[in-house]
């Protein structure tokens, strides 16, 4: 899934950039990812989350990822994400496979980020690592319970835009401004990023 180069470069940089922001908890020992991404209710596109991943790898073919709330104090611990590679995808069977979404879009849309990594390290983890990848993501923090102090009710499946237009505008403004970046310069900077054939079982949401 990635050069062992790219494995470097992320140990050495993430750890700083992490060091340095100003917002959210750093994850668990071994963390070497902050990904900031919107997630949504797996069958309700329109029940939008703005996602902070901290991600430690297991392999080359498999990531996971503690997620927590944007923007509040304490981030509350919302999630968990298991990425692979879709060479590990590809061997799930169908019914499996409806249950994960693909990082494409995510990736060349510029919607997930990596708040305050230098542009060329961005750029070499978001093609090297994750684009080709896949996610299952499940959400112990309710979407109707976001605004409880106690995370009441079963845990959620949510998923990932695929295609412009999914998402309110206006979202993604109010994530850019939070973290100060700007995502439409970042997808102009991954405007060479080759987007993988998708794999087929993947964003059952969509059809
Ligand atoms: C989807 O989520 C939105 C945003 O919370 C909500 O207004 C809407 O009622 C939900 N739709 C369905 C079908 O549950
Ligand atoms: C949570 O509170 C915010 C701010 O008051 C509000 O905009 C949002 O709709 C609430 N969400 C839910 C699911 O009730
Ligand atoms: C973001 O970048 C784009 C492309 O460079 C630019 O057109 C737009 O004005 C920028 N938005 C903000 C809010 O700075
Ligand atoms: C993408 O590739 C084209 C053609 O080689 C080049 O002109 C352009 O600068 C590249 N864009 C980025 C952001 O590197």
Not at 23 to 33: A, D, K, Q, Y
Not at 149 to 159: F, Q, R
Not at 174 to 195: A, C, H, P, W
Request: charged letters at 15%; glycine letters at 8%.
């Amino acid at each position: 899934m990635h050069s062992a180069l790219t494995l470097s470069i992320l140990v050495l940089f993430s750890r700083l950039a992490i060091a340095a922001l100003p917002f959210g908890n750093i994850g668990p020992e071994g963390t070497v990812l902050f990904l900031n991404g919107f997630h949504f209710l797996s069958g309700n596109a329109s029940a939008e989350i703005s996602a902070n991943h901290y991600c430690t790898i297991l392999s080359d073919d498999f990531l996971q990822c503690t997620v927590y709330t944007t923007g509040t104090t304490p981030a509350h611990l919302a999630g968990i994400e298991y990425i692979i590679s879709p060479n590990l995808f590809a061997t799930l069977p169908m019914e499996e496979r409806q249950l994960w979404h693909s990082h494409s879009y995510e990736v060349t849309s510029g919607f997930l980020i990596e708040p305050h990594m230098p542009s060329s390290i961005d750029l070499s983890i978001m093609s090297n690592v994750l684009v080709g990848t896949y996610g299952k993501t499940a959400h112990t923090w309710r979407f109707d319970a976001q605004n409880k102090t106690v995370p009441e009710g079963i845990p959620e499946l949510v998923m990932g835009y695929t295609e412009d237009g999914q998402i309110t505008p206006d979202f993604v403004t109010k994530r850019d401004v939070l973290f100060g970046v700007n995502s439409t310069e970042i997808r102009e900077q991954r405007e060479n990023i080759t987007k993988p054939v998708l794999i087929e079982g993947a964003d059952s949401w969509v059809s």
